[in-house]
């Protein structure tokens, strides 16, 4: 990819981009056009953080909490690149099996303990329970994944 407008035509929905590739038998001639899909890249250790997981401090810099070792809930100040579909492409602040609270925000408190119970999250947002329930001290039910 040589070159991407920033601008989107409101009517069609497209951006004019200018992409560089072989064209030894000719088929592409000036003036025509295609329709093309590009993949920019792909980040080999990216984490996709689910959207409902990250909030926002009063800076405006993305926050999550995460459960610690101790079981206690910790808050990170992420770095995030771009949205990917429903997730936070995160470049700072999470790492390989940590565990994200994504559920019950409003009722853990950084340093709170809390016993996470892991669930994979569908499409819609919806949460399915892989083990156990969790409860931190006021009885409420954070969940991570």
Do not use: C, Y
């Not at 959207?51 to 999550?64: I, K, S, Y």
């Not at 808050?75 to 994200?100: F, H, K, S, Y």
């Amino acid at each position: 990819m040589q070159f991407s407008e920033v601008t989107v035509d409101q009517g069609t929905g497209s951006v004019t981009l200018r992409a560089l590739f072989p064209n030894a038998q000719g088929v592409l001639l000036p003036g025509m056009f295609v329709q093309a899909t590009l993949e920019e890249g792909v980040r080999q250790n990216g984490i996709l953080a689910p959207q409902q997981g990250v909030t926002h401090d009063q800076r405006g810099d993305p926050t999550a909490l995460v459960v610690d070792k101790d079981g206690k809930a910790e808050l990170r100040t992420l770095t995030t690149e771009r949205a990917i579909g429903e997730n936070w492409l995160v470049t700072q602040g999470l790492g390989d099996g940590d565990r994200l609270i994504v559920k019950g925000l409003q009722m853990v408190r950084p340093g709170a303990p809390v016993n996470a119970k892991e669930v994979t999250l569908a499409a819609d947002g919806s949460t399915r329970p892989l083990t156990s329930t969790a409860e931190n001290a006021s009885g409420n039910q954070p969940t991570a994944r």
